[in-house]
């Protein structure tokens, strides 16, 4: 029986920001109900790759394909419907303060359904069950904890069933037993709802314990993509710096610094 195709597949994916290139030569792919943890330190390029998943970045170089559509050549009308494909909960949550939880929820469901107002409702609410916010959708925003926030958050990417769910940062700012409890929830939706996750994190143990394969990330270069025995066990340096938190040795290039201070901006 053959394998079923990736729902990610990045290659040879370079990125640019003005003349300083941040990507290198990015490749790998996603398969359906992986868990996919992209880990790597402050500057490793890892927001910037998430954008590119996201279609919110082209490709200055090479491609990113999403459900086989290349982001990179896609109409606007294709990524829209890619989009409508996947959920996105973002780092600090996003919930816009002037709504409701409830509201937050289900403005996906209002923005892209011609469902009645009813069934949004029971959508919306069925959601928040499923992150344990039950009772919640009256509340706002600015009455939640952080923890509260991510789960209200989570719902809201998961209340048009995507296929594909991105994670930024999802541990980011909690307390380690609220990190856990995030942690867990990620698997059940995994299991529960054969849902393909990919979450960007530099959060090491979170990491190793949802993870079925990590792809490593350092300077804009993929170090390793592998399970996380692997990743553990890797002989590359920098891998094991970041894995022991050893702070790393920047050689200076004198020149290149003279030159960063007096060269003219165009």
Do not use: C
């Not at 996947?86 to 403005?107: E, P, R």
């Amino acid at each position: 029986m053959d394998a079923p195709a990736p729902l990610i597949e990045v290659t040879r994916l370079d990125a640019w920001y003005g003349r300083r290139q941040v990507l290198f030569g990015v490749d790998f792919t996603v398969r359906p109900g992986e868990i996919r943890v992209i880990m790597g330190g402050s500057g490793s390029g890892k927001s910037t790759l998430l954008r590119h998943l996201l279609g919110l970045q082209r490709p200055a170089a090479g491609s990113v394909r999403l459900f086989g559509v290349d982001l990179g050549r896609a109409s606007e009308r294709e990524l829209l419907g890619v989009r409508r494909r996947i959920g996105v909960s973002f780092q600090g949550g996003a919930l816009l303060t002037s709504l409701s939880v409830g509201d937050n929820v289900a403005l996906p469901l209002r923005e892209h359904t011609d469902l009645d107002e009813a069934t949004i409702r029971i959508m919306s609410r069925l959601k928040l069950e499923v992150v344990n916010l039950g009772g919640f959708q009256d509340l706002m925003p600015s009455q939640l904890s952080g923890g509260m926030v991510k789960r209200a958050a989570l719902a809201r990417a998961l209340v048009m069933d995507p296929r594909l769910l991105f994670f930024d940062e999802p541990s980011a700012g909690l307390d380690p037993v609220v990190s856990a409890e995030l942690d867990e929830l990620i698997l059940r939706l995994r299991d529960a709802l054969r849902m393909t996750i990919v979450v960007v994190t530099h959060e090491l143990e979170s990491a190793f314990k949802i993870a079925d394969t990590i792809t490593v990330l350092d300077q804009g270069r993929v170090l390793l993509t592998d399970s996380v025995a692997a990743v553990r066990a890797a002989d590359n340096e920098r891998i094991q710096d970041l894995l022991n938190r050893r702070p790393r040795e920047v050689p200076v290039d004198a020149e290149a610094y003279l030159r960063r201070l007096t060269e003219e901006r165009a």
